[in-house]
Each structure stands twice: as structure tokens, then as C-alpha cells.
């Protein structure tokens, strides 16, 4: 049958792009990932069999009733399950959604009731926690089901990749609610391959000799990229391990497997090089040749801690759930502590006024960013979609300033942003001032009210070898003042022993604000 229509999009199936396409180029018994089990010891998995995994699974999840634009949540710790569910629903054609298996019963249901999603990859334990009503929800299979287990094992290794488009919805990334109830952002087929062919190619130079270590877990975008498919676009090998990071599995694991990137973020390099600071001897590094920061700016202290120490280097970027990945990055020889650096090829930004009119050179606005990998729509948010999503570009709340040689400094959020004085601050700078004394470890700051008035508190994580006291809590107070000005000085610091987080390891700004609420309350305001 012939027509003079014809459907837009071309060909594109991202099983085939990240899994099959190595097992047609040669690189079939390759090693591309590694699962280090602290229970089940080391497996190596080729590129071979984890295509045949993802057949199988594949498989199993179209005879459970999924297939073409079904949406399908995957709720499991890293490991191969992750990995051969995640391709296996592709490959059917389904739409692939992730959350965190510590999951709440409540979060639960609200993913599941948001997306209206026909199946559930995920273990019985968290099976177990599923709301009574389940909606559109069929098939809810869990991976440590014996039945489920059987099924996989004998299903056939070869299957045909569903005829997905590159203009296919094929994944959706939640974010992490720290703004408010969590969206989704709904990404086509193409976007995925639009970033791999920028970000780690022209930044982090990324070849089939690389191995990546994570942090992040792949619930979370950041590493769902950078810790799964960009190691397999470039033929590379990805090790994952379920277990919680610390500083000193992370260096076993660098060494154990000649990992030659790390995905983190600034909580865990701080934590890291504390250990390296500590250590009888110096942690092996073996090949490892960079390590990424997102998640939040890395604080310039903290690089410069990092590079006194173990000396590999580091990367900060900024990339979103809307974006997909990075999209500004700093670059091999070219790293200024402070910096995300510079705008990744294929992206373009503008800093704007509360007008939308364009800032001058190092004046702070918010950042507008637009790339080929931007979202759709936010899934059911249709006002959110029409103000954040503007044509190609997507107008973010983030502030941030330029210099005159294209680097940009992140400067907080719009609704982080603190009037004190008359006088806007941003807890970014006082964190970044806190994190320079000697003292410190790790930083957070928060504004609170009192009499009408809005002022500036912080929390402090010290480290090992300082005790709290009124004295030091003074004297940062005064550092504060010193480095930047009297009026950016915390009225009150507070000692914690950890900083309030979400499951992305970001700071959990909303708490913080909570937090100092409380503390001033608590204390009376000295001024």
C-alpha cells in the first residue's frame, strides 16, 4: 500500500543502540558490567549476555501483558536485574520510569497513581508496600519471585527490538520533589542519544577503555547516564554494587575493578578526602582519571582539598531531569574552583533579568537552557509545562552569573535567595565561605524570620578532629563576615552531625529552612 503520508521520526530503539549495536560491532564477549555484591561476590556480565538478558526479560515482561508505550516502573537496588529489566522494556517498547527501592508506602502510591503505570519491576518486599487500589497497574513482578525467576531463565535470548522512533516517549524522569510534589519529565528516544554524542564524548572523552564507578544509584538520572549508558554507548564496562557508598568501599572498588571514572557528588568527595586526610596510607587509585560532580555546586575549598589529596581530577557540571544530563561542565585544563564551567557543544544558555531581558557579564539572573535533549512536557502538568518548557528552551529557577570567558557560576535558586538588609544573598556563597575555615567539613544555610526581618543561619558539620562550641560558632560567624561582608554573616551557627538530604544527595533546602525556623525559636535572636 502506498500513501503520500509517511510517519515522522526514524528508527530507534535504545536496547539496540546501547546493547545490541556492541554485539554487531565485535565487542560481543567485552566485559560491560560488572556487579560487586557484598552477599553474592563479583559477576562479570559480557555485552553478549547482557543482550540476551534483556531478550529474556524482554520476553517475560510481553508475556505478563506489557508491551508498546506501556508505562513500566523499575523499583530495585543496582544490579543485573536493574540492568536486564531496563533493556528488556525497551527492547518491547515500553515507557521505563525509576524510583528508589527505599521507597515509603506513601511515595509509592503517589508514583503509581501520577503515571498510571501497567507494570512494576521490583522485589516482593516492596511489592508488599503497594496501595490496595492499584489503578491501571496489571503486572507487578518481583524479581526474587521463584516463578519470575523460572520464567527468565527459560525464556528465549534472541527477541526483535519493538519498532520504536526516535521520537518515541520512552523514558520519564521523576525529579526529586525538593521544589515541591515530584514531575516527570517526558523525554523522546533521541534525546538520550542527543546528550551521549556531547557531554561524554567531547567533555569527559569517554572510549570502550573506560570503567565507571557510581555514587549515585541508578534511580537517579545522573548515573542512569553516566554509571549505565555512557559506558555502553562507547563500548565500555559500567560496575554497579547495591550497597550503600562510603568512602572506603568506593576506593576498594576503584582499585579492585581499575576504574577509571567515578560519578559523585561534593557530600561524598568531602567524605573522601576526609578518609584520604586519615588514612595510615594513601587509598590506591589505580587508573582512575576523573571524577564527575553534579547533584550541587562543588564547593572551590573543597576542590582544592580533593586536589591536595588524591590529585585526580575533577569535573563540575549542572545537567536536570528536564535536560536529561549535563549541559554545562568544566573541562581538562581549564577548571576554575567555583565554576561549572562552560556550556556543553550542542546547548546554548541566557542569563535573564525578572523581565527576561539579558544580563550583563557577571550580574546574577536565572538561566534559561536550551538543547536537543530538552523534555516534552511534564507528564499531567499542563501550567508547568507552559511556563518551564517555552519552545526549545527551558527556562530553569536556578540564578546564576558569567564572566567574560563563558564560564558560569552557580548562585542558588530563586527561592532559596535570602533579602537580608534589603540586600539579596545567596546560601551557596555562605556555604562556600563557611566551607574555607578550617574547620569545616560541610555547610548549609538557611534563612529564617524574626520581628519581620529575614537573616541568614548556618548548619555546620565539623570535622573529626574540632569539637563544637560557642567560641567556634563565633568565630565562623566572623569569617563569615570577613571573607564576605557583615550582612551575609550567619546570625546563629549550629552544629549537626549530618546535613538533611534527599535520596539524590542533595541538600533538602526546604528542611534546612524548616531547621533554622526552629533554631532561632529555640535560641531568641542575639542581634
Not at 555484591?37 to 553478549?48: F, K, N
Not at 542512569?224 to 576498594?252: C, H, I, M, Q, W
Not at 567574560?404 to 546560601?427: E, I, N, T
Amino acid at each position: 500500500m502506498t500513501t503520500r503520508y509517511r510517519v515522522p521520526g526514524r528508527p530507534l530503539n535504545l536496547c539496540d543502540a546501547f546493547v545490541d549495536r556492541n554485539v554487531r560491532e565485535g565487542r560481543g564477549d567485552k566485559v560491560a558490567l560488572i556487579v560487586d555484591d557484598p552477599d553474592r561476590g563479583v559477576s562479570r556480565y559480557t555485552y553478549r549476555e547482557v543482550a540476551a538478558l534483556a531478550a529474556q526479560y524482554g520476553a517475560t515482561l510481553r508475556a505478563r501483558g506489557l508491551g508498546l508505550e506501556d508505562r513500566v516502573f523499575i523499583v530495585l537496588a543496582d544490579g543485573i536485574e536493574w540492568v536486564g529489566a531496563f533493556f528488556g522494556a525497551l527492547k518491547i517498547g515500553c515507557t521505563v520510569m525509576f524510583l528508589n527501592p527505599q521507597i515509603s508506602e506513601e511515595e509509592l502510591a503517589f508514583y503509581v497513581a501520577d503515571s498510571r503505570c501497567r507494570g512494576l519491576v521490583t522485589t516482593r518486599a516492596v511489592a508488599d508496600r503497594l496501595p490496595a487500589e492499584l489503578g491501571p497497574l496489571q503486572a507487578v513482578v518481583a524479581v526474587d519471585d521463584p516463578a519470575f525467576v523460572h520464567a527468565v531463565s527459560t525464556a528465549p535470548t534472541a527477541l526483535a527490538n519493538a519498532p520504536t522512533l526516535e521520537e518515541d516517549f520512552v523514558i520519564w524522569l521523576y525529579s526529586s520533589g525538593s521544589t515541591g510534589a515530584p514531575k516527570a519529565a517526558v523525554h523522546r528516544a533521541y534525546d538520550f542519544i542527543y546528550n551521549v554524542e556531547r557531554y561524554p564524548k567531547e567533555v569527559l572523552r569517554m572510549s570502550e577503555t573506560d570503567v565507571t564507578v557510581s555514587v549515585p544509584k541508578l534511580f537517579f538520572g545522573y548515573a542512569t547516564g553516566s554509571n549505565l549508558l555512557f559506558p555502553f554507548y562507547f563500548g565500555g564496562t559500567a560496575v554497579l554494587f547495591p550497597d550503600k557508598p562510603t568512602p572506603d568501599r568506593l576506593f576498594e572498588l576503584v582499585d579492585r575493578h581499575d576504574a577509571t571514572m567515578l560519578i559523585n557528588v561534593p557530600t561524598m568527595i568531602a567524605q573522601m578526602a576526609q578518609h584520604w586526610e586519615h588514612a595510615p596510607a594513601p587509598p590506591r587509585l589505580g587508573r582512575l582519571r576523573v571524577l564527575t560532580s553534579a547533584g550541587e555546586a562543588l564547593p572551590p575549598e573543597l576542590y582544592r582539598r580533593w586536589m591536595d589529596g588524591p590529585g585526580v581530577e575533577i569535573l563540575d557540571g549542572i545537567g536536570s531531569a528536564e535536560m536529561f544530563h549535563v549541559f554545562i561542565s568544566a573541562r581538562f585544563g581549564e577548571v576554575r574552583p567555583g565554576s561549572l564551567g562552560r556550556l556543553v557543544d550542542g546547548y546554548a544558555a541566557r542569563i535573564v533579568d525578572p523581565d527576561g531581558r539579558p544580563v550583563a557579564t557577571g550580574e546574577i539572573g536565572t538561566l534559561h537552557i536550551r538543547g536537543g535533549s530538552c523534555a516534552a512536557f511534564y507528564w499531567q502538568r499542563h501550567e508547568k509545562s507552559r511556563t518551564t518548557l517555552q519552545g526549545p528552551w527551558c527556562l530553569t529557577t536556578d540564578q546564576f552569573r558569567q564572566d567574560q570567558d563563558g564560564h558560569f557560576y552557580f548562585c542558588g535558586r530563586a527561592d532559596d535567595l535570602m533579602k537580608v538588609g534589603g540586600r539579596w544573598v545567596s546560601p551557596q556563597e555562605i556555604e562556600d565561605a563557611l566551607t574555607r575555615h578550617e574547620s569545616v567539613a560541610e555547610a548549609g544555610a538557611a534563612a529564617f524570620e524574626q520581628a519581620g526581618l529575614i537573616k541568614p543561619m548556618a548548619f555546620v558539620r565539623l570535622r573529626p578532629e574540632y569539637q563544637a562550641s560557642p567560641e567556634l560558632a563565633t568565630a565562623l560567624s566572623h569569617h563569615v563576615a570577613e571573607v564576605l561582608a557583615p550582612f551575609k554573616a550567619p546570625r546563629f551557627v549550629e552544629f549537626v552531625d549530618a546535613l538533611p538530604r534527599g535520596d539524590r544527595d542533595k541538600l533538602d533546602r526546604k528542611r534546612l529552612r524548616t531547621m533554622a525556623g526552629e533554631a532561632a525559636n529555640r535560641a531568641g535572636d542575639p542581634t
